[in-house]
């Protein structure tokens, strides 16, 4: 959790360091970064995941980590306005469902109350 919690912490960072690049070169190696530790964010969080006790609620995080994809995927294909716009909410409400379920676990594997809903 310590290393979950660290990892996030660098990754805002990287993020912020990212929107500031100054040149091309610059933001090509940030944005490697960003991919390699969003990777390592991903992986400590599925081991999380994978122990909590309730296999309904480890197949209701996948099944939204998947529809979070296949929903990045459509963004970076889309080239309708209109359609970018139903997407992204689709994905800015799947995301905060997932972020919710997620928390919602780790808090019932340390002990601690869920998460009030957003």
């Known amino acids: 959790m310590d ?3 660290q990892l996030s912490g ?3 960072r990287n ?3 990212l929107a500031s690049a100054t040149n091309f070169i610059q933001a090509q190696t940030m944005r490697k970064r960003v991919d390699e530790l ?3 964010q991903s992986r400590l969080m599925d081991e999380l995941v ?3 006790p309730d296999a309904e609620a480890r197949d209701r995080y996948r099944a939204l980590s998947s529809r979070i994809e296949e929903l990045q995927k459509q963004i970076k294909t889309s080239q309708d306005i209109q ?3 139903e997407l992204e909410g689709k994905i800015e ?3 905060g469902e997932w972020v ?6 780790v808090a019932a594997l340390m002990g601690a109350p869920p998460p009030q809903n957003a």
Not at 100 to 105: G, R, V
């Open 50 to 52: 994978e122990l909590y």
């Open 100 to 105: 919710h379920h997620f928390q919602s676990m």
């Open 93 to 95: 409400s799947t995301v």
């Open 3 to 5: 290393q979950l919690h």
């Open 38 to 40: 969003t990777a390592e």
């Open 15 to 17: 993020h912020t360091m």
């Open 10 to 12: 660098e990754l805002q």
């Open 83 to 85: 359609e970018l716009r």
